[in-house]
């Protein structure tokens, strides 16, 4: 036996029905509604031809609605008698609102049960692979979720008031209202990771930009939600052991090289265990697939923020995130992938409301000057990349240049791109390479350009 979608008919009746009362109430209803909202067919037609008389400038009654509707060929369908019967049904618009929200409530009930069912059809689809039919799953419930939380226009005095709540919240919490990265002067620039943040960490190969975003990643972790800060780390060149060993290393201040072999004094052995001790009690969750995608991260990375699990993204690094394999995405060039890739990553930040790092590389362009220091041109394969992120930091040390001379790791941090704040500022640390450890030592004297 079939079943009746669900709909309210009289609510229906009851929007349109305001609209032959009120015609000015026209404009707002079609902010609010399409035609699709409306189950009933006659329903759909009326609105329909409402709609386009009040795009037309046309009067909004009996008359040009039913002659709206012969021309359309759906006068026969809708019906002379059910027509007359809409006009006279509703006494006053004075509960339109509710009638819309009923009527948009069962939409989206209609239309999650359609997306169920077309889940379910797919699944049993031999040609779709498991990992595809998932993610297209759950694409298909978010949609919804967004149509769901469709907003409005908000008049100025609305957030005005939000925006003082929020300041006047944070007034005993000091200048930080991000996530802190543990490094003070990064904090004092930025206020703190902020959610729906795209940061861009570049560098060219060896300059230390996964040791910079694994010190940051800890410090996440350690310093927020008195130590309860969630972190999603994506290597996609590294095993989850190196990175966990500069990790270690970084703690422990004994030389990575020194505990990969095993070499190590009693002493030692006693600071690697502290060491694990501590990163143990951390929230930190790495995953090192090779061949992963946007869409599996924003899979894995979802299903973590579901269980409250997440609050900061690394991704290890943006060049290696697998493009789109489908057939539409034949004879598409890298750099369009890459423009595709680094939209999709905005937009996860956007949708799970956390900030999200990903590192990237630079061109060979960088070497071909005498003055090496990076420049938002030399973003590897897509200009898009600077259009997308909301910070772009360069990682830089002239000593990797100067090939006989002794390295001392001074390392320079520029902030090439600050949407919330000055652009550039030079921050310099340390760079411990046998620890894997960045130390801030002071902010260069550059004038920052706001």
């Not at 077309?118 to 919804?144: C, H, P, Q, S, V």
Request: charged share 30%.
């Amino acid at each position: 036996m079939s079943r009746i979608m669900p709909f309210s008919l009289e609510a229906e009746q009851s929007v349109l029905g305001s609209v032959f009362l009120s015609p000015s109430v026209m404009v707002g209803l079609m902010d609010k509604l399409n035609d699709e909202d409306f189950y009933d067919r006659r329903n759909q037609k009326i609105f329909f031809a409402l709609r386009n008389l009040y795009n037309r400038g046309d009067k909004l009654d009996y008359t040009t609605v039913s002659t709206e509707l012969a021309q359309m060929g759906a006068m026969k369908e809708v019906g002379v008698g059910y027509l007359s019967e809409i006009t006279d049904l509703v006494p006053t618009t004075a509960n339109l609102d509710a009638y819309v929200d009923i009527v948009k409530d069962y939409s989206l009930k209609r239309a999650v049960i359609d997306t169920a069912s077309k889940i379910m059809e797919d699944g049993y689809n031999d040609n779709i692979k498991a990992t595809e039919f998932i993610d297209d799953a759950e694409k298909k419930i978010f949609d919804l979720v967004r149509r769901r939380k469709a907003s409005e226009f908000i008049r100025i005095d609305q957030v005005a008031h939000e925006v003082k709540e929020k300041a006047e919240s944070r007034r005993n919490k000091g200048a930080l209202t991000g996530l802190s990265t543990g490094f003070s002067i990064f904090d004092q620039i930025t206020s703190g990771l902020q959610p729906e943040e795209l940061i861009i960490l570049a560098a060219r190969p060896s300059m230390g930009k996964s040791a910079f975003a694994m010190n940051i990643a800890l410090n996440v972790a350690k310093h927020n939600a008195n130590g309860g800060a969630s972190v999603a780390v994506f290597s996609l060149e590294m095993s989850n052991e190196q990175l966990v060993g500069r990790m270690l290393a970084s703690e422990s201040r004994v030389e990575n090289r020194r505990i990969k072999t095993g070499e190590l004094t009693p002493k030692e052995w006693q600071f690697v265990d502290t060491a694990v001790e501590s990163l143990g009690r951390l929230n930190v969750y790495f995953d090192d697939s090779s061949a992963i995608s946007v869409q599996d991260i924003r899979s894995k990375c979802r299903k973590l923020r579901q269980e409250g699990k997440l609050d900061f993204v690394v991704i290890d690094y943006l060049q290696l995130i697998k493009g789109d394999e489908s057939k539409n995405a034949a004879g598409v060039n890298r750099q369009e992938e890459v423009a595709k890739i680094s939209r999709q990553l905005k937009t996860m930040a956007r949708e799970l409301h956390i900030p999200v790092m990903a590192l990237s590389q630079l061109s060979r362009g960088v070497e071909k000057r005498d003055d090496k220091r990076p420049v938002l041109a030399d973003l590897r394969e897509s200009g898009s990349i600077e259009q997308d992120a909301d910070i772009v930091l360069f990682l830089y040390r002239d000593e990797y240049y100067s090939h006989g001379q002794v390295d001392n790791g001074e390392t320079e941090l520029q902030f090439a791109k600050n949407r919330q704040g000055s652009v550039g500022n030079v921050l310099l640390y340390k760079f411990e390479k046998e620890y894997s450890r960045f130390l801030q030592i002071t902010q260069r004297d550059d004038e920052p350009r706001n």
